[in-house]
């Protein structure tokens, strides 16, 4: 028989509050009751837009085991059981310290300004091939996201992986200390969310709070290529690290890449992880996923798992949701492929993905064409960020450039005549006009901030395979 995620006597014991009802096990844990399933305990977040206590009942009416509540009515009390606390969020954050302090599992956290969910789901498959491992969920990397995937950790897991975000000096040393990491990983450190401090020196010392949380001889694994690598090493030696492990092509690097070739389908990599040659592949194509790559490896040899399998597993690697992901679509006579990367953008990321669409093989007489939407929170300096990308197109072979937002305007005024596509101020006047552009055997890579609302634009060209008779619309990694 399973094990209970939580008994009801563990969660009082971990939040400290009043039971009404009791005697009841959860299977999860969960704080949003659209997607909560039967034998969760659901806690009522308080938000800024929504408050977890409008929902209790209809959680508990869709079997919910508990709900976590700081106020009590009627209908709750006859909806189901409740543990009613002070503070709902420091309840979450009571329980993720409790399933923290409960395992032996041996812990990576990540942060980075890029790179971080695809280096998280790197781990999770990798670790997941050697025994019991528990990662975040999605992108659950903040002030509630970080706890809730602590919460939902069992007991007998062996290897847990936690991604940590930010944008603002401070948010990520609670977290940190929370989750307690083995090993911390920094993937990169860039200008975003630049919008919130004086410099990148600054995110890159709110990059190194990661290590505020170290275990006592924990394992830093940074970007030896990065300009703040001594930065952060010194923070994270003066946290407490017993070892500093440098991954890239730097000739100091210990997770250093040796040769690679750069495929539109993946990558081929030779490197040296901590005195080890390995050779492998990597299942999503982009010479960064490649670097972080070398990151993974370095987090295996840390924890003293086994490297040469972790390796072969990374031919399987996929690109989540909004990060890469394919879709190969048939429609109106056309086929051509989407490549998702809507989810967020920065510099950083930017660049990467247009080089990454740069590897990629048009068929016939078919076209890379980029689709960009706003990079935000850049501050004063985000025009000339967009402006700067205009060498990175030239240098990818990039054919087309579709564009919109108010600073992607300088990005569409610096490329030539030729390979401008079209510009409008907002996404969704995009879809038609790509519609009337695409040709057979085309390459189109969509990416934008989460706020340029670029999203919609793919859901749109794929849906295009969908509604049509003759689509052999199919997914990849």
């Known amino acids: 028989m399973t094990q209970p995620l939580w008994t009801s006597e563990d969660v009082l014991a971990a939040t400290g509050g009043t039971a009404h009802g009791a005697g009841w096990n959860a299977t999860g844990v969960s704080i949003d009751s659209r997607t909560l399933e039967a034998g969760d305990l659901f806690v009522a977040i308080v938000g800024e837009n929504s408050d977890g206590h409008a929902y209790v009942a209809n959680a508990l009416e869709k079997g919910a085991a508990a709900a976590v509540v700081s106020r009590v009515d009627d209908d709750m009390m006859s909806a189901g059981s409740l543990v009613q606390v002070g503070d709902t969020l420091e309840a979450l954050n009571e329980l993720g310290r409790a399933a923290r302090a409960r395992t032996d599992a041996k812990i990576i956290a990540v942060t980075g300004s890029v790179g971080k969910t695809g280096t998280k789901e790197g781990l999770r498959m990798i670790f997941g091939a050697q025994g019991p491992t528990h990662a975040s969920a999605a992108s659950y990397n903040n002030l509630w996201g970080v706890p809730l995937s602590l919460a939902r950790m069992p007991k007998d897991t062996e290897f847990g992986i936690f991604e940590i975000g930010m944008n603002h000096p401070g948010e990520i040393t609670p977290l940190s200390k929370m989750v307690e990491p083995l090993v911390g990983i920094v993937t990169t450190v860039e200008a975003v969310h630049i919008e919130y401090f004086d410099s990148v020196e600054q995110i890159a010392d709110?990059?190194?709070?990661?290590?505020?949380?170290?275990?006592?001889?924990?394992?830093?694994?940074?970007?030896?290529?990065?300009?703040?690598?001594?930065?952060?090493?010194?923070?994270?030696?003066?946290?407490?690290?017993?070892?500093?492990?440098?991954?890239?092509?730097?000739?100091?690097?210990?997770?250093?890449?040796?040769?690679?070739?750069?495929?539109?389908?993946?990558?081929?990599?030779?490197?040296?992880?901590?005195?080890?040659?390995?050779?492998?592949?990597?299942?999503?194509?982009?010479?960064?996923?490649?670097?972080?790559?070398?990151?993974?490896?370095?987090?295996?040899?840390?924890?003293?798992?086994?490297?040469?399998?972790?390796?072969?597993?990374?031919?399987?690697?996929?690109?989540?949701?909004?990060?890469?992901?394919?879709?190969?679509?048939?429609?109106?006579?056309?086929?051509?492929?989407?490549?998702?990367?809507?989810?967020?953008?920065?510099?950083?990321?930017?660049?990467?993905?247009?080089?990454?669409?740069?590897?990629?093989?048009?068929?016939?007489?078919?076209?890379?064409?980029?689709?960009?939407?706003?990079?935000?929170?850049?501050g004063e300096d985000a025009d000339d960020m967009h402006r700067d990308l205009a060498p990175v197109l030239r240098h990818s072979h990039i054919d087309l450039l579709f564009a919109c937002g108010p600073h992607m305007r300088e990005l569409f005024s610096a490329v030539p005549a030729a390979h401008q596509g079209r510009y409008t101020p907002s996404a969704d006047a995009l879809v038609d006009l790509l519609v009337e552009e695409i040709r057979n055997g085309d390459v189109l890579m969509v990416k934008g901030s989460l706020g340029s609302k670029m999203g919609p634009v793919v859901e749109a060209l794929v849906a295009l395979g969908e509604d049509d008779s003759e689509s052999i619309l199919r997914n990849r990694g």
């Not at 991954?247 to 100091?252: A, D, L, R, S």
Request: proline share 3%.
């Open 206 to 378: 709110a990059k190194g709070e990661l290590f505020d949380g170290l275990q006592p001889g924990g394992i830093a694994i940074l970007n030896r290529d990065n300009p703040h690598f001594e930065r952060l090493r010194a923070k994270a030696e003066a946290s407490g690290a017993c070892r500093i492990i440098g991954f890239g092509e730097h000739e100091e690097a210990e997770a250093r890449l040796d040769k690679v070739a750069l495929r539109d389908d993946g990558s081929s990599v030779a490197a040296t992880i901590c005195g080890q040659k390995v050779t492998y592949k990597v299942g999503v194509p982009g010479r960064h996923i490649v670097m972080n790559s070398l990151a993974m490896l370095a987090a295996v040899q840390a924890v003293g798992a086994d490297l040469a399998l972790a390796a072969m597993a990374l031919g399987r690697l996929q690109a989540p949701k909004g990060r890469g992901e394919r879709h190969f679509v048939t429609a109106g006579g056309r086929s051509f492929t989407v490549i998702d990367e809507s989810y967020n953008a920065n510099p950083a990321s930017m660049r990467a993905s247009i080089e990454a669409l740069g590897q990629a093989k048009p068929q016939g007489r078919g076209r890379r064409i980029a689709v960009l939407g706003d990079m935000l929170e850049l």
